[in-house]
């Protein structure tokens, strides 16, 4: 497992994770470890609240209203769509037995 070594670390941090660290009966590594995952978690939970905002944003200016079945009802309906369709045509060989572009082959 990969590890990490931070060099000059400010006395306030280290205080203040020594200090959560006992608080929550952790080494000060494991609680290094939450505040780090934290942070990191946490910045992409805001990001994805971030686009849900400008989505419903969207949604309120352009007047876009909500599909009236749920999404997993529409992806099923489009695919009993396409299974229920003809299959395409293929398209027959050219005379000559060559490939449809003139290719031989």
Do not use: C, W
């Amino acid at each position: 497992m990969p590890s990490l070594q931070i060099r000059n670390l400010p006395d306030d941090l280290y205080q203040t994770l020594a200090f959560r660290a006992e608080r929550a009966h952790r080494s000060l590594a494991q609680e290094a470890l939450v505040a780090l995952r934290g942070v990191v978690e946490g910045a992409g939970a805001g990001r994805r609240k971030r686009i849900l905002e400008n989505i419903r944003l969207e949604i309120a200016a352009t007047g876009a209203k909500t599909p009236s079945s749920p999404p997993e009802r529409l992806l099923r309906d489009d695919r009993e769509r396409e299974s229920a369709a003809p299959p395409p045509r293929r398209r027959s060989a050219p005379p000559g037995g060559g490939s449809p572009r003139g290719e031989g082959g």
